[in-house]
């Protein structure tokens, strides 16, 4: 996959930018950035901006019980919110699970600070692609920790849809009118231009958050023949889950978090990866650059790094963890989930993936053709309205 090289040229300026490090203990200078060397004692709270089932009071708990440091979660239903909400709350909240469509913008805002990864010591567990990725590592400086990362699945319900779907057909087909939902988020802009990818090749498009003016209109025009079919664009898992409890929605876009709890509720749902494969996600948690409790923060990124509770997450949401050492512990909590979420697949499968970012204008073709995410932000709304 191209990298997006101006959102790496927009980060890079902050790369000499001076983290407080007196708040986290002593500030020894790095090669980049004066980063703190040792965490210090906790204040007691901790802000963050997350992805529903983020923060379970199964390793929330213990983690406050441990460290002192209450938990104050604040959940986003997009990367735009998750954004804004960094922006407008300056200094409100601590930490945010950023998406890598949401990353990238964050450090080029300035709005999240650098961080030392040697303060973490399951750092050097974690997959090779995670523990120097694009979408929160500019030119070696290190803006968050990985955390978790998974596809975009297709959710439908096994009985209302038959015979049972193979293809990202079966969310713009006119048979589940009124019984078909996406989330509200324009990144899903990308989902349409992997399907047309695949199914109209004469169009050219190779990565589905690279595209010129021409392709972007062809994406839009097929979310505008779906709107019609669409009963809600949902802003959260909840919402989801409540159509497809309801019978509102029968087939849709979704996370596995929903499937899980379908499945647990007994609804009778299945998911999964159609034939032109699948968007997905990347998430980091990174630290406001304005965070009043970095110590907490610290002591968070470490506490949800640890095997047992990747392991416990990756169960909960259905996403595969970063640290390669949980699978022990993901088998103990339930057999067989270390293979059905692929925490031991081979790197082929993640980089089957197309991974959220941040649609710029520069192709990284040499050329500056493709439309960015303002424009993608303003076709969204002409889908939507």
Partial sequence: MRRAKSDWALGAVLAAMVFAAGACGSSSKSSSANLPTKIGSGEGQLNLVAWEGYAQPEWVKPFEQQTGCAVHAKYAGSSDEMVTLMRQGSGTYDMVSASGDASLRLISGGNVAPMNVNLVPEWKNFIPQLQSPPHNTVNGVHYGISLQWGPNTLLYNSRAVQPAPTSWEAIYN????????????????????????????????????????????????????????????????????????????????????????????????????????????????????????????????????????????????????????????????????????????????????????????????????????????????????
Wanted: overall charge neutral; some cysteine; aromatic content about 10%.
């Fill in 174 to 385: 006119p048979k589940y009118k009124g019984q078909v939902t996406v989330p509200a988020n324009p990144i899903q802009i990308a989902d349409a231009a992997l399907y047309l990818a695949k199914t109209q090749p004469a169009l050219g498009i190779s990565d589905p958050y690279e595209l010129t003016e021409p392709q972007l209109n062809a994406a839009v025009t097929l979310l505008k023949q779906q709107r019609p079919l669409i009963k809600k664009y949902w802003t959260g898992a909840a919402d989801e889950v409540e159509l497809f409890k309801n019978g509102d929605a029968v087939v849709g876009a979704a996370w596995p978090l929903q499937t899980n709890t379908l499945e647990a509720d007994k609804v009778p749902v299945k998911e999964l990866i159609p034939v032109q494969g699948a968007t997905g996600w990347a998430d980091t948690w990174m630290l406001s650059s304005h965070a009043q409790h970095p110590n907490c923060a610290y002591k968070w990124v470490n506490w949800v790094s640890t095997p047992k509770v990747q392991a416990e997450q990756a169960i909960s949401f259905g996403e595969t963890p970063a640290n390669t050492k949980a699978c022990p512990f993901m088998e103990q909590i339930k057999q067989g989930s270390c293979p059905k979420y692929h925490a031991n697949a081979p790197s082929s499968y993640f980089e089957s993936i197309k991974f959220w970012k941040t649609p710029v204008a520069d192709c990284g073709n040499g050329k500056h053709d493709c439309m960015d995410y303002t424009v993608w932000q303003r076709k969204w709304t002409e889908i939507t309205a």
